[in-house]
């Protein structure tokens, strides 16, 4: 059976750094591209960074420059690492799998989703 597990959330300071997991089983992540999504409650879910199966990356503008996606094929896991966060970046955070491109994050070509990691920034 098909699944993604996200790990890593938590509650966080203002400025201080998380990082995200996406770990799957029974498929591999290679040939595919990975998103990460969020949703706060009485809110759209939104994508914020996607990467694709050779390597491009691209972010919401909400988050670039403090955001970093990226891979391990070896682990079968893909990464979220977040720096300087904010309270606003407070929501569960999924990732989904699609194939190939983040060309983008429309959710009918993400087929498979994680349960989804609560992060909340907050002093």
């Known amino acids: 059976q098909l699944q993604l597990v996200e790990s890593g959330g938590g509650l966080v300071q203002p400025g201080g750094p998380l990082r995200l997991s996406c770990a799957a089983s029974?498929?591999?992540?290679?040939?595919?591209?990975i998103g990460w999504f969020r949703q706060d409650p009485g809110k759209e879910r939104e994508g914020v960074s996607c990467?694709?199966?050779?390597?491009?990356?691209k972010y919401a503008d909400s988050v670039k420059g403090r955001f970093t996606i990226y891979r391990d094929n070896a682990k079968n896991t893909v990464y979220l690492q977040m720096n300087s966060l904010k309270p606003e970046d407070t929501a569960i955070y999924y990732c989904?799998?699609?194939?190939?491109?983040?060309?983008?994050?429309?959710?009918?070509?993400?087929?498979?989703w994680g349960q989804g990691t609560q992060v909340t920034v907050s002093s």
């Open positions: 029974v498929f591999t992540l290679v040939s595919h591209a």
């Open positions: 990467i694709s199966s050779g390597g491009s990356t």
């Open positions: 989904a799998v699609r194939n190939v491109y983040c060309s983008t994050y429309a959710e009918r070509y993400f087929g498979y």
